[in-house]
């Protein structure tokens, strides 16, 4: 597997995360920013089509050849499910329907979830906030690898492997990292994921349910559109731990790429976070940036100074210390 280089430990730092005191400067000084904290009135629509399209995938791929349907998996359904991933990311927000209607959102984010394969919506969500309000604090964001990840996935092959099992390692951290009770919507979740996947069942057989779960595998593992887990905050640069990219991807994952711009405004939806860079461009245009989320997966892989331990961590003992 070779020899292990690079990092050694994590990027340790003393200081509260930059994008709450960013958050007020821009807004004292655009306060038409806040006129974009509004529910993004596409949304419900296009996930709609999305959870639709995979549906009529399910009925299309019950007669396929196992390796095209694996084919089929990666290459469409594997964008279809990633874009679904984001969707919920963008709703965990509460953007398809407003603050006023958590409920709403937290329902349509399950519904979201159906093609996934596996329940997830409810707990991303519970996790999600906390990535947000304590970014990179040890013990806190489970975003961050763990040591274990960061000493084992240190040489070219073993990051190829960690990058390709990136949906395994997702799932497994919070219970590692910051283990929370169940909540009754993850199991409201986890009743309807498996409520829909036995209805597939019954109705097609065992293919579509294995395509509905290879797309998510694949799609969130080794998989062009994964690029943007290592590009949003692993240190590409020193001092920075938050990046944004402006490629032509955003079009399919609700501008996830614009993730400074997302950090610093979380309650913004995706289709209003290039409005936010032109109102602020001085803001954003000095930062470094990404050009391809392909480049980051293979800069990730044969860089030396990337790996998991590529990430900026603080200490925060109570809520206020990240804030």
Not at 180 to 202: G, P, Y
Not at 215 to 225: V, W
Request: charged share 15%.
């Amino acid at each position: 597997m070779g020899n292990c280089l690079g990092r050694s430990d994590f990027e340790w730092v003393y200081t509260d995360q930059p994008h709450t005191q960013r958050r007020k400067e821009m807004l004292a000084k655009y306060p038409a920013i806040k006129a974009l904290m509004r529910p993004d009135p596409k949304l419900k629509w296009v996930v709609l089509g999305l959870v639709l399209v995979q549906l009529l995938a399910c009925w299309l791929v019950r007669g396929l050849a196992w390796r095209w349907l694996l084919f089929w998996a990666y290459a469409f359904g594997g964008c279809v499910n990633h874009s679904l991933t984001l969707a919920i990311h963008d709703i965990s927000h509460n953007t398809a329907f407003g603050t006023g209607y958590a409920s709403r959102n937290r329902w349509f984010a399950i519904f979201a979830n159906l093609p996934v394969g596996l329940p997830y919506a409810s707990s991303f969500k519970k996790y999600h906030v906390d990535h947000h309000r304590y970014l990179g604090g040890d013990g806190l964001d489970v975003d961050v690898p763990t040591r274990l990840e960061g000493w084992l996935f240190c040489t070219p092959a073993r990051k190829l492997l960690w990058l390709a099992l990136q949906p395994l390692f997702y799932s497994l951290r919070p219970l590692c990292v910051h283990p929370k009770a169940i909540t009754r919507m993850e199991v409201l979740n986890t009743l309807v994921q498996l409520a829909a996947d036995l209805t597939i069942f019954a109705l097609w057989g065992i293919k579509p349910v294995a395509y509905l779960l290879a797309s998510s595998l694949l799609g969130l593992g080794l998989h062009p559109i994964s690029g943007h887990f290592v590009a949003e905050h692993y240190m590409f640069s020193k001092g920075h731990e938050t990046y944004s990219y402006y490629g032509p991807l955003n079009w399919i994952t609700f501008n996830v790429g614009y993730h400074m711009e997302h950090h610093d405004f979380p309650s913004i939806p995706g289709c209003n976070l290039p409005l936010v860079r032109k109102i602020a461009p001085e803001y954003y245009d000095h930062l470094p940036q990404h050009h391809s989320w392909v480049k980051v997966l293979w800069d990730f892989v044969f860089e030396d100074s990337l790996g998991p331990y590529a990430r900026v961590k603080r200490v925060c003992k109570l809520a206020q210390d990240c804030l």
